[in-house]
C-alpha cells in the first residue's frame, strides 16, 4: 500500500508540469489583453518553459542519480511553487518571461526524478507497467486536461490563477513526499562531470533555440547557433562514451526499442502539444465560447488521453507492445487529419470526434514507450534513462510550440490582408497574434471591427489546417518509426551476448537478484531487492530480470 500511496505523491507534480505546458492556450487571449505581449514575446512566454525543461531534464536527471532523488524533488517543489507565484502576479511580458524561467528550472529538478523512482519502488514488471500507466496517464492527461482547468479559472478569476493554483499543491507535495516517498539513487554515481553537465544544457538550449528562431526568420546566424549547438551535442556524446561514469549511458541507444521509444514520444508530443496551442483559440476566437465552455468541449480530449493510458497496459497482456503503439499513432495521426476539415462554419462535433481520436491515439502510444524505456535501463541509471525519456517529451513539446506554433503564426500573419479603415500601425498589431486582433476590432467601428474580425479567424483558421497537416505527416513518420524499430527484447533475433548469457530455464532455476539500492526515509540505506530463489521464480521474475542482464553488459563497459 505504501508504494501506491508515493506513487499517488509522485503524480503530483506530474500533473502540474504537464498542465503548466498547455493551459496558457486557454489565458492566451486574456494574457495578451492584459500585457500587451508581441508575437515574438507570447511565444516565448509559451516556449521558454518547455525549452529550459528540455536543456535541463539531463543534468538534473544525472544529479538526482548522485544525491538521491527524493532531495532533488525536495529542492525542486519550493522554486516551482515560488516561480508560480511571480507568474501570476507578472505585470510585464519581462517579468512573465522571467517567472516561466524559473518554472523551467523547477521543473527540470522533479520530471527525472518521478520517473526514475518508480523504477526503484516497483521492481515488479507487471506493477511497474501498471504504475508508468498512471505516471503517463497524469502527462498526457495533464497536457489535455490544461485548458479544462484554465477555462474554469479563467470564468472565476484572472488570467494569474492558472499559475496560483500550482502553489498550494506543491505545499502538499513538500509534505507528502517527505512523508511517503523512499529515497533512491545509484549506489556508485563516480564523480560528477561540471564539463558534462555544461555541454548537454549549451548544445540542447542552442539547437531549440536555432529551431524555433529558423522557421519564422531563418538567417546565417540562426544556421551557425544550430551548427554550433550540434557540434557541442556531438562532443558530448563523444565525452560520454570516454567517461567511466557518463552522464549519459548513450550506449543505451544501441538498443532498439530504447531509441525506438524515445523517437516515438518525441514525435507524438511534438504533435500533441502544437495542437494544444491552436484548439483552445479556435474555440474561444474563431467559435466565439466563453472559457469554460471551451474547457468543456476540451474534456473529451482529457477523457480520451487518461483512457488510452490506463488501457494501454491491459491491452499489452495479449497484443504486442510495437502493435498497440502503432496503432495509437495512427489513431492520432487520424484525429489530426479530421482537424484539418475545421474552419468558422464546421460543427462542434467535428471537433469532438478529431479530439477523441487524438487523445486515446496519444495515450496508448506514450504509456507502453515509457516502459520499454526504463526496462531497457539497469536500476542504478534508472535517473539517467528516465531523464532521457522525459528530455524527450519536452523537447518535443517545446519544438510542437515553437515550430508548429510559428507556422500557424507565420501563415496567420501572411494571410491577414489590408483592412479598409485600418491603418498600417493597426494592421501590424492585428497581425501579431488572433487575440490583439480581435480586442482592436472591439475597439473599432461596427463595420470595420467585424470585417478584421472574420478576416483574421478566417487567416489563423488557413494557419492551423496547415499545421494540422504537419500533424498528420509527423505522426504517421512516428507509426513508421516505431514499426520499423520499436522492439523489446524479445523480438530480437539472438545475438552473441544473448547466447554467452544463460536461458530462461537457468534463471529460473538460478538464484536471480533484481535489487536496487534504495534509502529508507529516515535516510539509511536499505537494500531493496526482489530474489527468487532456485525452483520458485515467476514468469514476470524471469521477464523482468531478462532486459537488466542484458543491459548490465553495458553498464560493465563503462
Known amino acids: ?57 539531463v543534468l538534473m536527471g544525472s544529479l538526482g542519480d548522485r544525491i538521491g532523488r527524493r532531495r532533488l524533488l525536495l529542492i525542486g517543489a519550493p522554486i516551482f511553487g515560488l516561480a508560480s507565484v511571480m507568474a501570476a502576479f507578472a505585470t510585464t511580458p519581462e517579468m512573465l518571461i522571467a517567472a516561466r524561467a524559473l518554472l523551467g528550472l523547477g521543473g527540470a529538478t522533479l520530471m527525472p526524478s518521478t520517473l526514475g523512482l518508480l523504477r526503484s519502488i516497483f521492481p515488479e ?31 472565476h478569476f484572472w488570467w494569474g490563477s492558472v499559475f496560483l493554483i500550482n502553489a498550494p499543491i506543491m505545499f502538499v507535495f513538500l509534505i507528502a513526499c517527505a512523508l511517503l516517498v523512499p529515497e533512491s539513487k545509484d549506489p556508485n554515481p563516480g564523480a560528477f562531470d561540471v564539463a558534462s553537465a555544461l555541454m548537454s544544457i549549451a548544445g540542447l538550449l542552442a539547437v531549440v533555440y536555432a529551431l524555433k528562431t529558423a522557421v519564422k526568420e531563418p ?7 544550430a551548427l554550433a549547438g550540434a557540434t557541442i551535442l556531438w562532443l558530448f556524446v563523444r565525452r560520454q562514451r570516454r567517461l567511466a561514469s557518463p552522464m549519459i549511458d548513450v550506449r543505451l541507444f544501441s538498443e532498439p526499442g530504447f531509441s525506438g521509444a524515445v523517437t516515438t514520444n518525441v514525435l507524438a508530443v511534438f504533435a500533441l502539444v502544437g495542437a494544444m496551442f491552436f484548439l483552445p483559440q479556435y474555440l474561444m476566437l474563431v467559435q466565439g465560447m466563453n472559457p ?5 468541449w476540451l474534456l473529451p480530449l482529457a477523457v480520451s488521453t487518461v483512457a488510452g493510458a490506463l488501457a494501454s497496459p491491459v491491452l ?15 489513431l492520432s495521426a487520424a484525429g489530426f487529419a479530421v482537424a484539418t476539415r475545421l474552419d468558422d462554419a464546421t460543427g462542434i462535433t467535428t471537433f469532438a470526434v478529431a479530439s477523441v481520436l487524438l487523445g486515446l491515439g496519444v495515450g496508448l502510444a506514450e504509456t507502453l514507450t515509457n516502459d ?59 497581425r501579431q497574434t488572433l487575440g490583439a486582433a480581435h480586442e482592436l476590432a ?12 472574420q478576416s483574421a479567424s478566417d487567416a489563423f483558421v488557413a494557419g ?26 524479445d523480438e530480437l533475433p539472438p545475438t552473441a551476448t544473448d547466447v554467452a548469457q544463460p536461458s530462461v530455464d537457468a534463471v529460473a532455476s538460478a538464484d536471480v537478484d533484481t535489487s536496487a539500492v534504495v534509502d529508507t526515509t529516515d535516510g539509511t540505506e536499505a537494500n531493496a531487492s526482489a530474489e527468487t530463489t532456485a525452483g520458485t521464480a515467476t514468469p514476470a521474475d524471469v521477464e523482468d530480470a531478462q532486459p537488466a542482464v542484458a543491459v548490465g553488459s553495458v553498464g560493465a563497459r563503462r
Open 292 to 296: 469554460a465552455l471551451a474547457g468543456l
Open 219 to 225: 538567417s546565417l546566424t540562426v544556421a551557425v547557433v
Open 1 to 57: 500500500m505504501r508504494r501506491w500511496s508515493a506513487l499517488a505523491v509522485l503524480v503530483l507534480p506530474v500533473l502540474l508540469i504537464s498542465i503548466d505546458m498547455t493551459v496558457l492556450g486557454i489565458a492566451i487571449p486574456a494574457l495578451s489583453a492584459d500585457l500587451d505581449p508581441t508575437s515574438t514575446q507570447l511565444l516565448w512566454i509559451i516556449d521558454l518553459y518547455s525549452f529550459l525543461l528540455a536543456g535541463l531534464l
Open 464 to 489: 492551423m489546417d496547415l499545421t494540422m497537416t504537419v500533424g498528420v505527416v509527423v505522426l504517421t513518420l512516428a507509426g513508421l518509426v516505431a514499426g520499423r524499430f520499436l522492439r523489446t527484447r
Open 372 to 430: 520499454v524505456i526504463l526496462t531497457a535501463a539497469p536500476p542504478e541509471r534508472a535517473g539517467a534513462a528516465s531523464a532521457i525519456s522525459e528530455t524527450g517529451y519536452e523537447f518535443g513539446g517545446a519544438m510542437g510550440t515553437a515550430v508548429l506554433g510559428t507556422i500557424g503564426l507565420a501563415v496567420y500573419a501572411r494571410g491577414l490582408g489590408d483592412i479598409p479603415g485600418l491603418n498600417p500601425a493597426q494592421l501590424e498589431q492585428a
Open 316 to 330: 499489452a497482456r495479449r497484443i504486442p507492445v510495437r502493435a498497440i503503439v502503432v496503432t495509437g499513432l495512427l
Open 125 to 155: 514488471r507487471a506493477e511497474r507497467r501498471i504504475a508508468i500507466a498512471i505516471w503517463a496517464a497524469a502527462f498526457s492527461g495533464g497536457a489535455a486536461v490544461g485548458p479544462v482547468l484554465g477555462g474554469f479559472l479563467l470564468e
Open 442 to 453: 472591439n475597439s473599432l467601428p461596427a463595420g470595420i471591427g467585424d470585417v478584421l474580425r
